[in-house]
């Protein structure tokens, strides 16, 4: 049985991966099916970032679980595929989010 740390974890995890664009959408990108400024592809992934912020906030969360859910290197892969830019609103907001928490964590 999982504890109740590790639950928090998952249901972070899980909540952010419901609407993850990089699992099957960004392979359309890739595959020329689906180009990164498409409306149905933004209209996901600002459903994603706002989903992100959100699950960060999920009560019980370590700083080593905040580590794990750092969305740097998913931004990052979205940022090289043109579907996001460095300086989106979504992503500086989920960055200074997830900044402000892991400092506020490891202040604890």
Do not use: C
């Amino acid at each position: 049985m999982a504890t109740p740390d590790e639950q928090a974890v998952q249901r972070a995890i899980s909540s952010i991966a419901q609407s993850d664009p990089l699992i099957k959408l960004l392979q359309q990108v890739r595959l020329g099916r689906m180009k990164p400024t498409d409306a149905g592809l933004r209209a996901v992934t600002e459903s994603w970032l706002g989903t992100y912020e959100k699950a960060l906030t999920t009560d019980g969360l370590t700083p080593s679980d905040l580590r794990r859910l750092n969305p740097t290197p998913r931004m990052a892969v979205l940022i090289d595929a043109g579907v996001l830019t460095d300086d989106h609103q979504g992503v500086t907001s989920l960055k200074a989010s997830f900044n402000r928490l892991l400092s506020h964590a490891d202040s604890e």
